[in-house]
């Protein structure tokens, strides 16, 4: 008597084929799973440095101007862990005469810049404020 169901001449099984779209199929979402993990891990390291330079560029920023009086001109340095910025501070163009309640006022404009990365996956970052000093005399 034959039974319903079952095929003559094979076992149960897989036979060659249907292991190598199988190992196929394993092998391709195993690619794809790495390159999401890589592109998570490379895109947290570009917002931990993008935090880490906006954390320098305001402490830079909170600087200007504590020390004394705000000049124009250019200064420039580097951190140990690769940071490069640069503070530059000039007169804001075409001010009032008597700017606020003095007119012993001026308007600066201050910019800090922090750059990274120069060789691989480089970026950068602006800060701009306008500050009042004393009229240069």
Do not use: C, H
């Not at 600087?63 to 140990?80: C, F, N, V």
């Amino acid at each position: 008597m034959r039974r319903l169901g079952m095929k003559r001449g094979r076992e149960g099984g897989f036979g060659l084929f249907e292991l190598l779209v199988a190992l196929a199929l394993v092998a391709a979402t195993t690619a794809v799973a790495f390159r999401i993990m890589g592109g998570a891990s490379r895109g947290a390291a570009d917002a931990e440095r993008y935090t880490r330079a906006t954390l320098l560029a305001e402490s830079r920023m909170a600087e200007i101007g504590a020390a004394g009086s705000l000049r124009p001109g250019e200064i420039t340095g580097d951190t140990e862990d690769g940071f490069l910025w640069r503070v530059s501070v000039r007169p804001v163009q075409g001010q009032p005469p008597a700017l606020g309640s003095s007119a012993n006022l001026v308007a600066m404009q201050v910019t800090v810049t922090v750059a990274w990365g120069a060789e691989e996956r480089p970026g950068e970052i602006s800060l701009t404020t306008l500050r009042l000093a004393p009229r240069p005399r």
